[in-house]
T-cell receptor
Framework: DTEVTQTPKHLVMGMTNKKSLKCEQHMGHRAMYWYKQKAKKPPELMFVYSYEKLSINESVPSRFSPECPNSSLLNLHLHALQPEDSALYLC????????????????FGPGTRLTVL | AQSVTQLGSHVSVSEGALVLLRCNYSSSVPPYLFWYVQYPNQGLQLLLKYTSAATLVKGINGFEAEFKKSETSFHLTKPSAHMSDAAEYFCALQRYQGGKLIFGQGTELSVKP
């Protein structure tokens, strides 16, 4: 089973709202990722968690706040977003290893389509 | 610096025709290479990966890719296109010793009946 699930599938929010995106995997993976994808573009890496610790932050604005409560769950908390933040947000996971999370295949979830009004 | 170039942002083929999607890479160390497919309004699905074993890699849905070091290429092929193959295809590079996925710009495949 190589399934990564994401909820909600769609989200519409105003610029003053606070919302959260959720990602879950039960493959025993220890590395989890958030990507942002604009239309007709490749995914852009935002954050990487390795063994529940934030290991990479690709200079993402603080209005995006990631959280990894346990090895199976990954959240992305959203606050005071801008219309330009509207995009498909993808979660991915990989086996991971203590020395770094990038040496193996990443499996992606279906994404959350976010619209900021 | 590592990079991936996908030649052709849009490729159109007839149903039953050969599919060829081109990917060239630049890397100073042996790379891991991937092809992902993205259907409309969905996430990325792994088609196949090259990890320095066999140079001809077979993937799902009848796709395969050949790693050619001399040409720094990893082109994706399928002998006979099906309507269901219409999607966006991304080639990606991952450094052998670890490193984030570096994606190409993507190629949109259209299949005509």
């Amino acid at each position: 089973d190589t399934e990564v699930t994401q909820t909600p599938k769609h989200l519409v929010m105003g610029m003053t709202n606070k919302k959260s995106l959720k990602c879950e995997q039960h493959m025993g993976h220890r590395a989890m990722y958030w990507y942002k994808q604009k239309a007709k573009k490749p995914p852009e890496l935002m954050f990487v968690y390795s063994y529940e610790k934030l290991s990479i932050n690709e200079s993402v604005p603080s209005r995006f706040s990631p959280e990894c409560p346990n090895s199976s769950l990954l959240n992305l908390h959203l606050h005071a977003l801008q219309p330009e933040d509207s995009a498909l947000y993808l979660c991915a996971s990989s086996q991971g290893r203590v020395g770094g999370p990038f040496t193996d295949t990443q499996y992606f979830g279906p994404g959350t389509r976010l619209t900021v009004l | 610096a590592q990079s991936v170039t996908q030649l052709g942002s849009h490729v159109s083929v007839s149903e039953g025709a050969l599919v060829l999607l081109r990917c060239n890479y630049s890397s100073s160390v042996p790379p891991y290479l991937f092809w992902y497919v993205q259907y409309p309004n969905q996430g990325l699905q792994l088609l196949l990966k090259y990890t320095s074993a066999a140079t001809l890699v077979k993937g799902i849905n009848g796709f395969e890719a050949e790693f050619k070091k001399s040409e720094t290429s990893f082109h994706l092929t399928k002998p006979s296109a099906h309507m269901s193959d219409a999607a966006e295809y991304f080639c990606a590079l991952q450094r052998y010793q670890g490193g984030k996925l570096i994606f190409g710009q993507g190629t949109e495949l259209s299949v005509k009946p």
